[in-house]
């Protein structure tokens, strides 16, 4: 008798721990259902008066903005004189990216931000969602075409292709971000056929400023660029960043003026552009980024193009022997 009473005493027991684990497991699936998921949150385009913040939400988005605060601790909002508009096209909403410009703000000001995103089956979201760890952006000090010696600043517009993963398809609603880290910590934004035709998104350098002096900024010849493809849902929201190194183009017209150029690939010996890091020299940093990506294929949106040096959309043995050939070399 007694171990019968026993044995039902851990049935009950087992019974409802087995209900709170169904209700937690119930409930965490609800929180993760009643909210988007928002990455690549950044800060953008930040000039004298203005900036840009972009991020990515794993579902389409409705309706997006920015909540600007002059204080760290999110207690002072600023919202006279400053305006916000979502700028991202419906090709973009549907594909989860958006962009929000900030305009009329005052310069060489810091100023703390969230974001708030509403997705297409869910309710908002912010990010971050503790006010400590608002966002901070430091607006430009001051405009200027002269360069340090008197001479004019005379910056590019740069031009980049972004296709979805198949490699052929133009993508609608997909971002360039241009960013310049011995510049400035704040890439440059245009999305896929703003102003242009698609495939070509296009950054006009004269829009960037240099963290040091907030003035400005030059780019000169062969400067080391990040130019990351945000594509969305196209891709997996881990994978839907594609990141490559390029160089700042060569002016060759004198006196130097500003044109629409696609930037210079680095150090490429024999042809094949196997210095991935862009630092100059071919070395194991080159051969271990090929290898995390050897055996990639279109439409993996882990591939990248750059590592297809006979563009035959897999990343295999011809690539890794066209790296092998230039292996120890600089430039």
Request: hydrophobic letters at 45%; aromatic letters at 10%.
């Given at each position: 008798m007694e171990r019968s009473t026993q044995d039902r005493c851990r049935f009950l027991l087992s019974k409802q721990v087995i209900v709170l684990l169904l209700s937690m497991f119930v409930s965490h699936f609800y929180t993760l259902q009643v909210h988007a998921a928002v990455s690549d949150v950044t800060v953008s385009d930040v000039t004298t008066r203005a900036f840009s913040v972009v991020w990515v939400s794993d579902e389409a988005i409705t309706s997006a903005t920015v909540r600007v605060y002059s204080d760290i601790e999110g207690a002072n909002q600023v919202i006279a004189g400053i305006a916000l508009n979502l700028v991202s096209p419906p090709a973009a909403l549907i594909n989860g990216i958006a962009k929000v410009d900030v305009t009329g703000l005052a310069a060489d000001t810091v100023y703390y931000?969230?974001?708030?995103?509403?997705?297409?089956?869910?309710?908002?979201?912010?990010?971050?969602?503790?006010?400590?760890?608002?966002?901070?952006?430091?607006?430009?000090?001051?405009t200027t075409r002269e360069n340090l010696t008197g001479g004019p600043i005379v910056n590019d517009?740069?031009?980049?292709?972004?296709?979805?993963?198949?490699g052929i398809t133009e993508s609608q609603g997909t971002l360039l971000m241009?960013?310049?880290?011995?510049?400035?910590?704040?890439?440059?934004?245009?999305?896929?056929?703003?102003?242009?035709s698609v495939p070509q998104a296009v950054v006009d350098l004269n829009n960037l400023f240099e963290d040091a002096s907030g003035i400005s900024a030059e780019v000169l010849a062969n400067t080391v660029m990040e130019l990351s493809a945000f594509r969305g849902l196209l891709c997996n929201v881990e994978d839907q960043k594609?990141?490559?190194?390029?160089?700042?183009?060569?002016?060759?017209?004198?006196?130097s003026i500003t044109e629409l150029e696609v930037p210079a690939a680095c150090f490429s010996p024999g042809g094949a552009s196997v210095d991935f890091n862009c630092d100059s020299r071919i070395g194991l940093e080159d051969l271990g980024a090929?290898?995390?990506?050897?055996?990639?294929?279109?439409?993996?949106?882990?591939?990248?193009?750059?590592?297809?040096?006979?563009?035959?959309?897999?990343?295999?043995?011809?690539?890794?022997?066209?790296?092998?050939?230039?292996?120890?070399?600089?430039?």
């Open positions: 931000i969230d974001t708030e995103t509403v997705g297409d089956t869910t309710g908002s979201v912010f990010f971050p969602e503790a006010a400590s760890t608002l966002i901070e952006v430091k607006t430009a000090l001051s517009l740069i031009q980049h292709e972004i296709f979805e993963p198949d241009l960013k310049i880290p011995s510049i400035s910590a704040y890439p440059l934004t245009a999305f896929v056929g703003e102003g242009f594609s990141t490559m190194l390029r160089r700042a183009p060569v002016h060759i017209e004198i006196p090929l290898a995390a990506r050897f055996g990639l294929e279109q439409p993996d949106c882990r591939f990248n193009l750059d590592f297809d040096f006979n563009e035959d959309g897999r990343v295999g043995l011809f690539d890794l022997g066209a790296l092998a050939a230039a292996f120890g070399t600089s430039e």
